[in-house]
């Protein structure tokens, strides 16, 4: 029971950090006219989206503390992926590789679709690192 609830905790924390990450991603255009306006500081940018009606994720008043995490949200992004990777579909074909030791045309075939997620995963991450610049030169 105590596993199942540890599950669901964690379920929970990939779908809250899945929106953090969509929520960055579409903040970007209103960070970036906060710098040209000359918000530099965490404070100076909250002020100026507070002052310009953009709201936060809770639909709350920004706080440089929420400024930070927003700015950070590329680490979320790259939890994201791998928690993807890890438990998802290529968990399932790791551990059904392993239960086929002597079927090598099927060992092939989840061996490509392993390779398939791998490359998915890294694009992922390479959008999570391209997050984190975005904000990087803002």
């Given at each position: 029971m105590e596993e199942e609830r540890s599950r669901g905790r964690k379920a929970g924390a990939l779908v809250r950090k899945r929106k953090a990450v969509a929520f960055a991603e579409s903040m970007i255009p209103a960070f970036e006219l906060a710098r040209k306006a000359g918000a530099k500081t965490l404070r100076g940018k909250a002020d100026w989206l507070n002052q310009n009606g953009y709201l936060t994720i809770n639909k709350k008043r920004w706080a440089p503390q929420t400024i930070d995490n927003v700015e950070n949200a590329?680490?979320?992004?790259?939890?994201?992926?791998?928690?993807?990777?890890?438990?998802?579909?290529?968990?399932?074909?790791?551990?059904?590789?392993?239960?086929?030791?002597?079927?090598?045309?099927?060992?092939?075939?989840?061996?490509?679709?392993?390779?398939?997620?791998?490359?998915?995963?890294?694009?992922?991450?390479?959008?999570?690192?391209?997050?984190?610049?975005?904000?990087?030169?803002?």
């Open positions: 590329d680490r979320q992004a790259r939890e994201v992926a791998e928690a993807d990777f890890d438990e998802g579909k290529a968990g399932l074909l790791r551990r059904l590789r392993m239960l086929l030791p002597d079927d090598h045309e099927r060992k092939s075939e989840i061996d490509a679709e392993l390779q398939n997620l791998k490359q998915k995963r890294n694009a992922e991450m390479e959008a999570a690192i391209a997050l984190g610049k975005a904000f990087r030169r803002i």
